[in-house]
């Protein structure tokens, strides 16, 4: 089984201040990597995803991740955070496009 | 199109009750997943379909069970409920692509 590790439970930000997401994962082989968003008492929705090609992957609202396959990260970025990206970011991991492998998430908190 | 439903929201059980968790999609996705969340773990998987009359189970099964008789619904049964199951559950559908699309969720408390 895939493992997904997101290194940083709680990560506290000022607003205007960029932000980085850690996320690792455990497979040696071809993966898909996803970066959910969730706000509080909702589902989750997709941020952005890396399937093939460039690297570096963009969401509409500002945010980037790079996937790295020698360091098996996928770690999420943004350059100037709002009030408004305050949620829970979780990174995700899968094979066979059929089972998913969720990190245990990053509480992002932006402060005024 | 409302995406992905579930039913109920909130949900009290007495340990040892049986119950229904309910979700429908309407955007004719063949994959479906159940996964529940719990603090500190992260989503885990439960069971998922690739079908009507397919399923198979995720990483956390045991305790669970599932069918797809259409392609819109896949309920998740709960046959004798433990505390141990006291979580947040999500489903989720998906269609060609492999992007998920989640349910609101249910909070479910068993006593």
């Known amino acids: 089984a895939q493992s997904v590790t997101q290194l940083d439970s709680q990560v506290p930000v000022f607003e205007e201040a960029p932000v980085e997401l850690r996320c690792n994962y455990s497979?040696?082989?071809?993966?898909?990597l996803f970066w959910y968003v969730q706000y509080p008492n909702q589902g989750l929705q997709l941020l952005l995803k890396?399937?093939?090609?460039?690297?570096l992957v963009k969401s509409i609202n500002g945010f980037e991740a790079e996937f790295n396959k020698s360091q098996t990260s996928f770690h999420l970025r943004k350059p100037s955070v709002h009030i408004s990206d305050t949620a829970e970011y979780f990174c995700?991991?899968?094979?066979?496009?059929?089972?998913?492998?969720f990190g245990t998430g990053t509480s992002l908190t932006v402060i005024p | 199109n409302a995406g992905v439903t579930q039913t109920p929201k909130f949900q009290v059980l007495k340990t040892g009750q049986s119950m229904t968790l309910q979700c429908a999609q309407d955007?004719?996705?063949?994959?479906m997943s159940w996964y529940r969340q719990d603090p500190g773990m992260g989503l885990r998987l439960i069971h998922y379909?690739?079908?009507?009359?397919?399923?198979d189970q995720g990483e956390v099964p045991n305790g669970y069970n599932v069918s797809r008789s259409t392609t819109e619904d896949f309920p998740l049964r709960l046959l004798s409920a433990a505390p141990s199951q006291t979580s947040v559950y999500f489903c989720?559908?998906?269609?060609?692509?492999?992007?998920?699309?989640f349910g609101p969720g249910t909070r479910l408390t068993v006593l």
């Open positions: 989720a559908s998906k269609g060609s692509t492999v992007e998920q699309f």
């Open positions: 497979s040696s082989v071809s993966v898909y």
């Open positions: 890396y399937l093939s090609g460039s690297t």
């Open positions: 955007m004719n996705h063949e994959y």
């Open positions: 379909s690739v079908g009507a009359g397919i399923t």
């Open positions: 995700a991991v899968s094979e066979s496009g059929n089972q998913f492998y």
